[in-house]
């Protein structure tokens, strides 16, 4: 599927506000240059608490409802956040042209990382 790159990111502290940026740089196996979630073994904050957290609140009330849901069958919907995984090291603009890739199937959903 065809797309552009929206916008880009980093930012230096576990927040979750990050300051768009011009371009970031993408470094293969760990992430964005310059970004407090780089790293091999960074443990997001939702692994140490419940999730998503209780920040989203202060961002704006209701946030956190707003992005969790229910299946039918009970189990928690989350309804943002995606994370990939740098493959080559290259920089990165708003506007870059992107192609994106569907895992084979059967395609499942998004697991807490």
Not at 28 to 41: M, R, S
Not at 80 to 100: E, K, N, R, T, Y
């Amino acid at each position: 599927m065809p797309g552009r790159v929206a916008a880009v990111s980093r930012g230096p502290t576990h927040s979750l506000s990050k300051s768009n940026q011009l371009a970031i740089q993408l470094l293969a196996g760990l992430g964005v240059e310059g970004d407090a979630h780089a790293g091999k073994t960074v443990k997001h904050r939702s692994r140490v608490a419940r999730a998503p957290c209780r920040q989203l609140e202060r961002i704006k009330p209701g946030l956190r409802a707003a992005v969790l849901d229910r299946a039918p069958q009970g189990n928690q919907i989350r309804k943002a956040g995606v994370m990939g995984i740098v493959v080559a090291s290259d920089p990165v603009h708003a506007g870059d042209a992107i192609a994106v890739e569907l895992p084979p199937e059967p395609h499942r959903p998004l697991e807490p990382v």
